[in-house]
């Protein structure tokens, strides 16, 4: 038997679910989880980081940099801080623009479901084939052990990327959109901890665990947040921002206490305390494991008052210019999204409709938009779904 709906949307994730809050009741969202919105319950710890305060299209990394304002600007983030606080969730704000809820990401999960209303929802649910004929859509599903074939009028794409392969991840939203004729650019891991190997992950082994604020810049981007050494290489907010930005044979520079002048600074203590080892003055303004890795790899010894002016001002110079090669990603395991997807051109920015195919829409980290570490990829959903649904709906 035939299952017949208005719109299907493949993918009860943050954009499907959105989506189908504003598509319209006779609404169909399916998703092979368990339970809606799995990524939303495991993101920012469990608190889920659901938009920022800044957002804008320049927090955005596309193929066509202009493509997110459009449903960035009619869906914007203060509109679903107002949907948060008529549901009466309580959230706050924590560094550069970055709002959580106070309690558990699941208040975002019901939130949406109950915003969903009429909405059916089938989980454990698989996806086969996807056709076209006939002015609508067809698609086969595998459902609690049973075939179940269903027509649409209206179909979505909201299967997300690749990144988190455990939860699901497939880039099944690519492969579809190839099949009715769109471009998919490069995909790739983004938001995600750099990795050395061989002897430069040797190299950086006794740092593991160590944090300090650094200034990472690549490829002319740089982005100013807390670096964390890990046992695999780098990671923390600066390298997961950098990380979308960085490729496979790329050096990172690494400015470290980048909101000080280190050179006026250590001018300053070997006039207070020439008497002190340099790596004792310097254990000071940075973590001491650091700084006994740097003076074995750098061979900084004798005091800080034996250090001439050039001396001091080619310490500083390395400090904030230390150039690294990671060696690898750690993959779509640990990447928070992927970076691009579905190619921008064969999509109206307005509506989220395909240009090759009427009534196709692809939405959320499928489409080739990927957002800024901080709330930005959650926006991206929440705007596009509500684009795309409004079109349905109108």
């Keep these: 038997m035939t299952h017949h709906v208005t719109t299907l949307i493949l993918g009860a994730g943050a954009a499907g679910m959105m989506c189908a809050a504003f598509s319209g009741p006779d609404t169909l969202v399916v998703d092979h989880a368990k339970a809606p919105g799995e990524k939303i319950r495991i993101s920012g710890g469990g608190r889920c980081n659901f938009t920022n305060m800044h957002t804008r299209a320049d927090n955005f990394l596309s193929e066509n940099i202009h493509f997110a304002k459009s449903a960035l600007s009619r869906y914007t983030q203060w509109d679903f801080i107002n949907l948060v606080d008529r549901h009466a969730i309580p959230w706050h704000e ?21 915003e969903m209303g009429p909405a059916q929802t089938w989980l454990q649910t698989e996806i086969g084939e996807v056709a076209h004929r006939d002015g609508r859509f067809h698609v086969t599903l595998s459902r609690e052990g049973r075939r179940q074939d269903v027509t649409a009028q209206n179909l979505v794409l909201a299967t997300g990327g690749k990144s988190i392969p455990k939860m699901g991840a497939t880039g099944l939203a690519y492969r579809i959109a190839e099949q009715f004729g769109h471009r998919n650019t490069e995909t790739r891991p983004a938001l995600v901890p750099l ?92 973590p001491k494991k650091l700084v006994q890795h740097l003076a074995e790899a750098w061979a900084l010894s004798g005091n800080l008052g034996d250090q001439s002016d050039a001396a001091l001002r080619a310490l500083a110079d390395r400090l904030t210019a230390w150039s690294v090669t990671p060696t690898s990603s750690e993959g779509y395991r640990t990447a928070e999204v992927t970076l691009g997807g579905v190619a921008t051109d064969g999509i109206d920015a307005r509506s989220l409709e395909s240009k090759h195919v009427p009534n196709l829409y692809i939405i959320g980290e499928a489409v080739d938009v990927t957002g800024w570490l901080g709330g930005y990829n959650f926006q991206w959903a929440w705007s596009s779904g509500a684009a795309a649904g409004r079109a349905i709906a109108s």
């Design 94 to 114: 924590k560094t550069l623009g970055q709002l959580f809820c106070d309690r558990s990401a699941k208040d975002i999960i019901a939130m949406l479901v109950a």
């Design 195 to 286: 990795t050395f190997d061989g002897a430069a992950k040797a190299h950086f082994a006794s740092l593991s665990g160590t944090s300090v604020p650094a200034r990472v810049s690549c490829n002319g981007t740089a982005f100013e947040e807390g670096m964390l050494f890990t046992h695999r290489g780098l990671s923390g907010p600066s390298i997961l921002q950098i990380s979308s930005y960085w490729t496979e044979g790329d050096s990172l520079v690494l400015h470290l206490l980048p909101q000080m002048d280190l050179y006026e600074t250590l001018r300053a203590r070997r006039g207070q305390s020439g008497g002190k080892a340099l790596t004792t003055v310097l254990a000071d303004l940075l």
